[in-house]
Every structure is written in C-alpha cells, then in structure tokens.
C-alpha cells in the first residue's frame, strides 16, 4: 500500500522557514519524480515543485523561486521542502504527490 506522510507544518511568522518531510513508503521511491502541491482556504490546488527520480533536475513555480528548496534522499524514501522567507499568501495545507497518490497533508500558516 502506498504511503506518504508529510510533516514539519505549523505557525511561523513573514519571514520565517520551515522545513516539510514526506516520508513514503509502499512503493519503489527512487524511480518516481516527486512533487509539492498547496492548497490554500477557499482555493484549488496549486502545483509547487517538482523534482527528477534521482533529484539532479527541480522546477519551481514563479512565486516561490528563489525562496523554496526541494530534495529527495532514495536512501531513506523522504521528500524534502525547504522553505525560507516565508509570507502569508505562502499560507496553505502542503501535500506530497506522485502520479494519483496524495499524502494528508501538512499545515503551514504564516502570519504575525
């Protein structure tokens, strides 16, 4: 059964950094690119990151270029989100995905 739990969510002020895992489990993590999906109150979902199966290739959406960092360790099945300079429109649940699968997802609130 597939899994993907993500962690490290929570309240965090303009400015600020938090680093998301995603640990996964219940299928062959090495050879899937990995992405990053939000979903803010009263949005759709939004699409934020992307990284290759051996984590030498990432793409960004514009408005976290710069400020967000993904990686991926295949020795240890985790997706990684840095995320630094945070701002409250960057406020949304955080999601692990690959192909049809979806973690539960992890809160991230940035405000003052």
């Known amino acids: 059964e597939v899994q993907l739990v993500e962690s490290g969510g929570g309240l965090v002020q303009p400015g600020g950094s938090l680093r998301l895992s995603c640990a996964a489990s219940?299928?062959?993590?090495?050879?899937?690119?990995m992405s990053w999906v939000r979903q803010a109150p009263g949005k759709g979902p939004e699409w934020v990151s992307t990284?290759?199966?051996?984590?030498?290739?990432?793409y960004y959406t514009d408005s976290v270029k710069g400020r967000f960092t993904i990686s991926r360790n295949n020795a240890k099945n985790t997706l990684y989100l840095q995320m630094n300079s945070l701002k409250p429109e960057d406020t949304a649940v955080y999601y692990c995905?690959?192909?049809?699968?979806w973690g539960q997802g992890t809160q991230v609130t940035v405000s003052s």
């Open positions: 990284i290759s199966s051996g984590g030498s290739i990432t």
């Open positions: 219940g299928f062959t993590f090495g050879i899937y690119d």
């Open positions: 995905n690959f192909r049809d699968y």
